[in-house]
């Protein structure tokens, strides 16, 4: 495949006579609109004849209940794993299903599409956020961690999940070495019963890092109890921040080169978003708040405002700026460079696989280039 950044002048019909390329093509895995106009600066996947593919791959996606069943039924050829989100529980142990709706049916789907269903674990308290004293009272109580493994294999032998994904978030400092005892735990009642344990883990650059995201996660111990792990290597820029780019290449890069010095590679999967964020300028730290937005939505914005799209070297990352209604915005997404990129790091550093947070939102090109690098577990 061959990748096309769209010059002042172009059509669809001109780059594809220029590279000898189907101009339906062209619309339909870049999924443009009528009447097909372009943005400057965007880039298109141009498929080819050719595979380029040498090593397989892992690839997961997050989902939540309420995806919708054209997007699942889309994406699930691509994947290795659909990881569900989210079950929650008490800080007695207690399982709790997703409260955003059924995952029977997704369930169902993967299996379809030969896609390994997986249930991920998060500590959401009341108000839906991460709560880090329900991990406390979880992971220093014998019985409760004894009652929430009961309850994750009863759960998973019910709905036929293969595997636990544990997403936990802000872990205090002084529950790291609980936590990693917990993932232990987890991880030996799955491979007993037949089933797979991966962790997530916060993108830390080195063993000491300070923070409450970074504080309660041993990257050795984790990657020496799971199965695999989940780099989180996104949201640099996020809503609340700073107008910056999500998952800037050398800021991932950063964190990989830390990661293969204490887990194998063989155990990481790098986390690519599949989002988008618009911002309103001026940025105003506690006041600003940022639109999420899809990556097929940000090229849109920049056509129907005339707006060019630039692409940063160092983050290798598309952006742009427009003003609508006397508000100036700036916009940072992914395209098919910057997932490139990516795609290019999981191979430098032979890393299982990658994982998607999140598909709820079709992305196709996205999925075309993914399977043109590399061929994927199934």
Not at 250 to 271: C, F, H, M, W
Not at 277 to 282: A, N
Not at 285 to 297: E, F, H, P, S
């Amino acid at each position: 495949m061959e990748i096309y950044v769209v010059k002042p002048g172009d059509s669809v019909d001109s780059i594809a006579r220029a590279l000898n390329a189907n101009a339906e093509q062209l619309i339909y895995d870049n999924q443009l609109e009528y009447p097909y106009e372009l943005a400057v600066g965007q880039a298109l996947l141009v498929s080819g004849y050719t595979r380029d593919a040498d090593r397989a791959v892992s690839v997961s996606g997050y989902a939540y209940p309420f995806i919708s069943p054209w997007v699942l039924e889309q994406t699930l050829p691509y994947l290795t794993e659909l990881r569900v989100f989210s079950y929650g529980f008490t800080d007695t142990g207690e399982l709790l299903p997703p409260n955003l709706g059924d995952d029977g049916w997704m369930i169902t789907e993967a299996v379809r599409f030969g896609t390994e269903p997986v249930l991920t674990l998060t500590p959401f308290g009341p108000d839906g956020n991460f709560n880090n004293q329900l991990i406390h009272s979880v992971v220093n109580n014998e019985a409760y961690k004894a009652n929430l493994i009961r309850n994750l294999l009863d759960t998973m032998e019910e709905k036929g999940y293969v595997g636990v994904d544990i997403d936990f978030e802000y872990i205090l400092a002084e529950d790291r070495d609980a936590f990693s005892d917990f993932v232990w735990q987890v991880a030996e009642a799955m491979r007993a019963a037949g089933y797979r344990t991966s962790v997530a883990l916060a993108p830390k650059t080195k063993a000491d890092q300070a923070g409450l995201l970074y504080e309660g996660k041993d990257y050795r111990a984790l990657g020496e109890a799971a199965d695999s792990v989940l780099l989180m290597t996104y949201e640099w820029g996020y809503t609340y921040g700073p107008p910056m780019a999500v998952a800037p290449i050398n800021q991932v890069r950063r964190v990989v080169e830390y990661a293969v010095t204490e887990i194998p590679a063989s155990k990481i999967d790098l986390g690519i978003p599949n989002y988008g964020y618009d911002w309103p300028l001026p940025y105003e730290r506690g006041t600003t708040k940022a639109a999420t937005i899809n990556n097929v939505q940000a090229v849109r914005i920049a056509i129907e405002q005339g707006a060019e799209i630039l692409f940063d070297n160092v983050a290798e990352s598309p952006y742009f700026t427009y003003t609508a209604d006397d508000i100036e915005h700036e916009v940072w997404f992914e395209d098919v460079r910057s997932l490139l990129a990516k795609f290019r790091l999981m191979e430098e550093y032979g890393l299982r696989g990658c994982g998607y947070w999140q598909i709820m939102q079709w992305f196709r090109a996205n999925w075309l280039l993914l399977q043109d690098q590399f061929y994927i577990l199934k």
